[in-house]
């Protein structure tokens, strides 16, 4: 039980355009997944909270307008970074948190993207 | 804000040997958690810990939440190839659903 899937699992994009990431929770509802961003070699950053049919909550110094999150049903939150550039080329990683026990959250498999 | 403190940041050992790390913090937490990261990968959590002195062990991974709340170890006994990877301690501060991240101990292990 407790899996988190990413799609896609790599991507590789021009400068100037958007990509979409989802992060979809397979056996298990979520009212509450996590959005991070992992630098080689470093630890993970948050960068958003996700809630089930409201507005996200931004870490400080994430641009809510360039990392638009969307998480429209209990399964389902989507990241988009809108207008890429390559200092946003990352390991970027969603977590679910479970309904039955608080704060333990489980990780999808990260998506790889770089920016040209 | 709020940061957790783990140590050590890297380890090389040989395979068989026990190994430990701890994870510190300046405030009380309520939980703890202990992730692997392999390359490449997301997280895996190995061991959840709820309750001040509570030890618990998930096969040769053993975990103990501290009695003052602020630190908390892992070790793992006879050390395996598949236990190469990257480590972090993690847990929400107090009142909040977030999690901080330790700097993780990447574990290398010589065959």
């Known amino acids: 039980g407790a899996v988190v899937s990413q799609h896609p699992s790599w991507v590789i994009c021009k400068s100037g355009t958007s990509v979409k990431i989802e992060c979809r929770s397979l056996d298990f509802q979520a009212t509450t997944m996590f959005w991070y961003r992992q630098f080689p070699k470093q630890s993970l950053m948050l960068m958003a909270t996700?809630?089930?049919?409201?507005?996200?909550?931004?870490e400080q110094g994430v641009e809510k307008d360039k990392f638009l999150i969307n998480h429209a049903s209990l399964t389902l939150s989507t990241l988009t970074v809108t207008s890429a550039h390559p200092e946003d080329s990352s390991f970027y990683i969603c977590s679910a948190e479970g309904l039955a026990i608080i704060n333990e959250q489980f990780f999808g498999p990260g998506t790889r993207l770089t920016v040209l | 804000g709020q940061q957790l403190n783990q140590s050590p940041q890297s380890m090389f050992i040989q395979e068989g040997e026990d190994v430990s790390m701890n994870c510190t913090s300046s405030s009380i937490f309520n939980t703890w958690l202990w992730y692997k990261q392999d390359p490449g990968e997301g997280p895996v959590l190995l061991i959840a810990?709820?309750?001040?002195?509570e030890l618990t062990s998930n096969g040769r991974l053993t975990a103990q939440f501290g009695i003052t709340r602020k630190d908390s170890f892992l070790n793992i006994s006879a050390s395996i190839p598949s236990d190469v990877g990257i480590y972090f301690c993690a847990g929400p501060p107090q009142g909040a659903q977030k999690l901080v991240f330790g700097q993780g101990t990447r574990l290398t292990i010589n065959p």
């Open positions: 996700s809630n089930e049919g409201s507005k996200a909550t931004y």
């Open positions: 810990l709820y309750k001040a002195g």
